[in-house]
């Protein structure tokens, strides 16, 4: 198996050393063979990834053939001995999110695949993991809060800043609980340890039971396929059992979309416009609302992704908060989620009066503002966590009278307006961002009610 590593050169410019290691059977020895590879600056990192692992697969079969030998990875080796080989290499070749996935996957392989060789995986083994996984009940401890920490927190004047350094947390971790929402137990005692105050005082534990939803089974079962695929190509395993060749569809079920319907999309805007007092809540959730964004396209949208001009938006990033990595900045989720689309007419008036708040906060700050072009930061110009949108979003409905739903419940609702009020799938889905027209048709057909009681109507009609 080629060892990846990326270096950061002087020049800004990044090169990959690529070396792999195979017996001679003249000799019985082990050879290594070296090469660097330069990232061409128009490569993307999605097309760099796929052009690293085509160059690293060709160096290492003509080594091998060179040698008229196997790679030097040991035919009795683990699945998992494996599987943590691929997750150190993907670590310095493939985004952090990515890496992460893996990882939490291989903590669920290690539990089922254990010590057993990787060459002797069998279908049976894998269908039995993927039917485990579908019958699994996913244990969740929240924990809530039943007593007010914030009048705690002002009686002692103790400053948030310093509380969530203490604490170790993140901002919207804290604001999820104030707002109601169930934290991670270990969160909500790091709270009470650096406020000095009794758990059981101010948090409640709720436990829910539940069994994993289709597409996370999905998610499992694509990284066993990659590994095996990867061990397929050097030649450890004959066939990738994971694939849809060996394993039956997967059941399970799907998560219900919610969305808001027509008549409370339509008072959640009304509230937005002339009810909703702080600039930066109303501006976020109208973005959601009329363009249909991710909440981390929303939190990475700078002003120069905003054409007042020619009435467009660019989504060129995406912002997140990783366990263990805090508040990162990475591309899209997928090469058709950079996108730049129409903004409607009065987003852009909504946009322009925002803007005009968020000069006026720079100059207010002064020396104090960080150096940002983001639409929403602190108070003082850093980074947001994408996770203080749905806080917002909760306290907004709860004003409103409206019923609570998730952040991407918005996003849901400005896809199927658009698909309810006759805009074609296709336009739909590049606004959406989403991979292929297939994805939006298969997500939210079964919300087309209207258009179908149409076509009834229309049939009806003809033969009339």
């Not at 005692?189 to 000095?196: N, V």
């Not at 990162?328 to 005009?356: A, D, F, G, H, Q």
């Not at 336009?427 to 989403?434: D, L």
Request: glycine share 4%; with cysteine.
């Amino acid at each position: 198996m080629a060892c990846i590593k990326k270096n950061k050169l002087e020049n800004g410019m990044v090169s990959y050393r690529i070396q792999v290691k195979a017996k001679n059977e003249r000799t019985g020895k082990f050879q290594t063979k070296v090469m660097t590879w330069r990232k061409p600056p128009e490569l993307n990192e999605k097309s760099v990834q796929r052009e690293l692992n085509k160059i690293a697969i060709e160096f290492e079969e003509k080594f091998r053939k060179q040698l008229n030998g196997m790679l030097a990875i040991d035919e009795s080796i683990t699945f998992m001995e494996y599987a943590q080989k691929w997750l150190e290499q993907i670590k310095t070749t493939r985004s952090i999110n990515y890496y992460i996935k893996g990882r939490d996957a291989l903590k669920k392989f290690e539990a089922y695949f254990g010590n057993v060789k990787l060459n002797a995986i069998t279908p049976v083994m894998v269908q039995g993991f993927i039917d485990d996984l579908c019958a699994y009940q996913v244990e969740t401890k929240r924990a809530f809060l039943i007593a007010d920490i914030q009048q705690y927190v002002k009686s002692h004047c103790i400053e948030l800043k310093e509380l969530f350094k203490k604490a170790e947390l993140s901002r919207s971790i804290y604001f999820s609980a104030t707002s109601g929402h169930g934290i991670l137990v270990d969160n909500a005692e790091k709270i009470c340890k650096a406020l000095g105050v009794d758990f059981k005082k101010y948090f409640t534990i709720k436990i829910d039971r539940h069994p994993y939803a289709k597409e996370t089974v999905m998610k499992f079962k694509r990284t066993l396929a990659t590994i095996l695929a990867s061990a397929k190509r050097q030649r450890l395993v004959e066939h990738n059992f994971a694939s849809r060749d060996y394993i039956t569809p997967i059941q399970g079920y799907k998560k219900e979309i919610e969305i808001l319907n027509d008549k409370e999309a339509i008072e959640l805007e009304r509230y937005l416009r002339d009810k909703e007092e702080n600039p930066r809540w109303r501006i976020a959730m109208q973005i959601v609302l009329y363009m249909g964004l991710r909440r981390g396209e929303v939190a990475g949208l700078e002003w120069k992704d905003i054409d007042f001009e020619n009435k467009t938006m660019k989504i060129a990033r995406s912002v997140q908060e990783v366990n263990g990595f805090g508040i990162i900045t990475k591309e899209p989720k997928t090469e058709t989620s950079k996108r730049v689309i129409y903004i409607p007419e009065r987003l852009i008036s909504y946009l322009l009066e925002y803007k005009t708040f968020w000069d006026n906060r720079k100059k207010y700050l002064g020396d104090r503002w960080s150096k940002t072009d983001r639409l929403f930061c602190t108070d003082d110009g850093d980074d947001i966590s994408p996770g203080l949108f749905i806080v917002w979003l909760h306290k907004i409905l709860d004003r409103a009278g409206l019923p609570r739903v998730t952040l991407h419940s918005l996003r849901h609702t400005n896809i199927t307006l658009q698909l309810a009020n006759g805009v074609d799938m296709k336009t739909v889905s590049v606004r959406a961002g989403h991979s292929k027209a297939s994805t939006t048709s298969d997500f939210y057909s079964h919300f087309l009610k209207t258009p179908d009681q149409h076509a009834s109507a229309t049939i009806d009609k003809i033969f009339e």
